[in-house]
């Protein structure tokens, strides 16, 4: 029984007290011809009659080359470097030209150079796309922790380091696919999404265009430990997040399902009795075992049309890790029955749906059940609406969740109940059988004694 006690003592000490994940210190993964150049091709993405994203009144071929051309001339500044560009006109340039070129001045990296966009305007945020193929998925992902964690600087969202793939199962993206065939390392930045209004304040203008390129050069300085005596620079100690060179990195695979679980539980309701509006305070708990959540949203109409997303509360796509519950408050709509949904969005985005909170019309809106059972979802179509505040509580890993026999998450507080009353029931049980066992070797004992006499 002591031993079991012990179990359970270290059980809640580790779920408890052991501090989150973080991004490891670590040795970069790529070896570097320390005698020779680093030689860096930088990719303009599109060109000519490629366009790229031409939403909210850009076109992504000049905004790539502005970065690109700032990016070039910011890793001139350092030493024992040498950088290339793809191409400097204004022409169609094929994926696989691009890669040979990289391949020809025996690259160390390319660096392809994008914008975002989606197709309901509804995303945000930057992201890195990798191969998902080692050595190469830890150079990327190595590279694209620095980049995008100065990315996170600025107040972008982070959408992660990831990958993706096409039917035949190899890397989805041309540029790295073609790039990584000839033996070359490649990565896509994608700065952010032009056309999403908490986005596009980071992209409309020049200026910020190529604060993105110096930024994309910074972030490679540091992967490769250059030094700079002109800006008075030494990176060639700078530690790296932790990689494999053998296996590919948890956060970076691609996530093909869902979330495991969304959950909603009403805490309380406000009515103002002048015009019968309010507001309702949501507990919201979610999990996703394969990827961070990034992005929350809900309906107050039963899931006829649902709010723009939002970031979900402490998610950090480069971990893993985010918020496993927190609160939520929101408006009740006047004089209507309000019956509220959220969904819970991964890295991949793809979406589950949580069950149905409702705030009855009649005879107040503190009336309030709760029904449905959790549905799957895939990716959002939903027209944009308001946004919304969030308070936080909890933070977990991603898949840092159990879960019961009915699917339903189980937080930490109910293992630790459910560990600590078990104990407890055994140690009844154990005493009662001690009891016993003492009672009936006393009987036996008194019993022979009588026999002996």
Known sequence: MGRFVQIVTVVVLILFLLPGRQVNA?????????????????????????????ENNHTEKFMTMTTALAMYEELLL???????????????????????????????????????????????????WVSAFPPYNGYGYQFGCEILTDIRETGLLLRGVKTRFNSKGEDYYGIIRESVDLGVPAVIIEHCHVDEERDAV?????????????????????????????????YSQYPLSEASGKTAVKQTLNDTSAPDICRIELL????????????????????????????YSYSLDGGKTFSAREPWPGSDALTGEYQGSFTLPLPVLPDRKT????????????????????????????????????????????????GSNNSVEENIPAGGASKDAEGNGMDYVEVLALCLGLASFLLIVLTIVQGITYHNRRKRRLHKSEFSD
């Open 202 to 234: 980071y992209c409309d203008s020049d200026e910020k265009l190529k604060l993105f390129g110096k930024m994309d050069a910074t972030a490679v300085a540091r992967y490769f430990g250059l030094k700079s005596s002109i800006l008075d620079v030494d």
């Open 339 to 386: 019956e509220v949904i959220v969904r819970a969005y991964n890295q991949y985005d793809l979406y589950t749906e949580s069950n149905v909170c409702v705030a009855a019309e009649e005879p107040g809106l503190a009336d309030a059940d709760v029904s449905e059972d959790l549905s799957m979802g895939n990716l959002d179509t939903e027209p944009s609406v308001s």
């Open 26 to 54: 670590a040795p970069r993964v790529q070896n570097i011809r320390s005698e020779e150049k680093v030689v860096i091709v930088i990719d303009p993405g599109h060109g000519g009659e490629n366009l790229g994203t031409t």
């Open 78 to 128: 350092y030493d024992n470097v040498e950088v290339h560009l793809t191409h400097t006109d204004d022409q169609d340039v094929s994926l696989k030209k691009r890669a040979e070129f990289a391949a020809s001045v025996d690259a160390d990296f390319l660096f392809s150079i994008h914008y975002n966009a989606s197709e309901n305007h509804e995303m945000f945020g930057a992201e890195v």
């Open 268 to 295: 309380s309701v406000e009515e103002s009795m002048e015009d019968k509006s309010g507001s309702v305070t949501l507990h919201i708990t979610a999990a996703d075992a394969d990827s961070a959540l990034v992005y």
